[in-house]
């Protein structure tokens, strides 16, 4: 990240795929993170959000790990019973901001 931001001086906004590349770009940004450049992050992970609540992370965004779970469960309950399972399932995520990262935390 550190090298293509300095070798991309234009760079106005970053989304990584997990938490841990973001606060990597947040590192590289230095005290462009956060005000200049925002930062998004993917996993709603505990050092993402402490990086969403000190405003260094823009934003993540979370999973929901006990709604996958729930909805893996009843999934395999459905095929169990012989039952067809759809082949895609899709599992609504929720965007942390510094106005919600409470809600997470």
Same mark, same amino acid.
């Given at each position: 990240?550190?090298?293509?931001?300095?070798?991309?001086?234009?760079?106005?906004?970053?989304?990584?795929?997990? #938490?841990?590349?973001?606060?990597?770009?947040? &590192?590289?940004?230095?005290?462009?993170?956060?005000?200049?450049?925002?930062?998004?992050?993917?996993?709603?992970?505990? #050092?993402?959000?402490?990086? $969403?609540?000190?405003?260094?992370?823009?934003? *993540?965004?979370?999973?929901?790990?006990?709604?996958?779970?729930?909805?893996?469960?009843?999934?395999?309950?459905?095929?169990?019973?012989?039952?067809?399972?759809?082949?895609? $399932? &899709?599992?609504?995520?929720?965007? $942390?901001? *510094?106005?919600?990262?409470? #809600?997470?935390?």
């Amino acid at each position: 990240m550190t090298n293509l931001l300095q070798s991309h001086k234009g760079v106005n906004g970053v989304f990584a795929e997990n #938490d841990e590349m973001a606060l990597g770009a947040v &590192k590289a940004l230095g005290t462009k993170a956060g005000k200049a450049v925002p930062v998004v992050g993917f996993d709603g992970t505990p #050092d993402g959000l402490k990086a $969403v609540e000190a405003g260094t992370l823009y934003a *993540s965004v979370a999973q929901q790990p006990r709604e996958l779970g729930r909805i893996a469960v009843e999934n395999a309950v459905r095929a169990a019973r012989g039952k067809k399972v759809r082949e895609m $399932v &899709k599992v609504p995520v929720k965007i $942390v901001t *510094s106005k919600n990262v409470q #809600d997470f935390s």
